[in-house]
């Protein structure tokens, strides 16, 4: 079992920056990739970036790209979302993920985060 803990969310205004962490736990063996989701109210939860735990490379939904890094740092099992220039409909509860193989815009995900809310406000 891996577990994931998201944490940096918060209020942020419209053309702020926040910057959200993956803390990873548990037996990492079959984990390739770790990637993070958004659920905005009413709205299915959708993909947003990932990012491969061996090489580093990312990729990302095309609303947020230019304006989202995702990172990884190995040694501590964590992975980061900066997201700048937030607009209001990044409003969302941003869920991390992690698994063995993570296809960008499918749900092929083998772990969840509990979530951490992000709100920007207008």
């Known amino acids: 079992q891996v577990q994931l803990v998201e944490s940096g969310g918060g209020l942020v205004q419209t053309g702020g920056s926040l910057r959200l962490s993956c803390a990873a736990s548990g037996s990492m063996l079959n984990i390739n990739a770790m990637a993070w989701y958004r659920q905005a109210p009413g709205q299915q939860r959708a993909f947003v970036a990932v990012?491969?735990?061996?090489?580093?490379?990312?990729s990302y939904t095309n609303s947020v790209e230019g304006r989202f890094t995702i990172s990884r740092d190995s040694a501590k099992n964590t992975i980061y979302l900066q997201m700048n220039s937030l607009q209001p409909e990044g409003t969302a509860v941003y869920y991390c993920?992690?698994?063995?193989?993570?296809?960008?815009?499918?749900?092929?995900?083998?772990?969840w985060g509990n979530g951490t809310l992000v709100t920007v406000s207008a």
């Open positions: 993920a992690a698994g063995d193989v993570i296809v960008p815009g499918t749900y092929s995900v083998d772990f």
């Open positions: 990012v491969s735990t061996d090489d580093g490379r990312a």
